[in-house]
C-alpha cells in the first residue's frame, strides 16, 4: 500500500507528533518517499507505508567517539 503516490511538493500535512508541516521532497525510486518539514525545524523522511524515520536534518545529531 502506497500512501504518497499522489503526494506533491509544497503540499500542506499534518503529523501526529508535530502538528503542521508541509512535504518539501518527493523520492520515486528510495526507501523514503517524501520528507516533511515541521513548523519546529523537524524534518521527517516518511516511508511509502506512512512509517517515519526521525531526525533534524539541519543539526548534527549523531556524534562517532575514537576508542
Known sequence: ?????????GEKV???VFGAGKIISVF?????????????GYEV?????????WG???KQTFLQRRC
Open 1 to 9: 500500500m502506497a500512501y504518497f503516490t499522489e503526494a506533491k511538493v
Open 56 to 58: 533534524n536534518f539541519k
Open 28 to 40: 520515486s525510486d528510495s526507501f523514503y518517499s517524501i520528507v516533511v518539514e515541521f513548523k519546529n
Open 14 to 16: 499534518y503529523g501526529l
Open 45 to 53: 523522511p516518511y516511508t511509502e507505508e506512512g512509517i517515519p524515520g
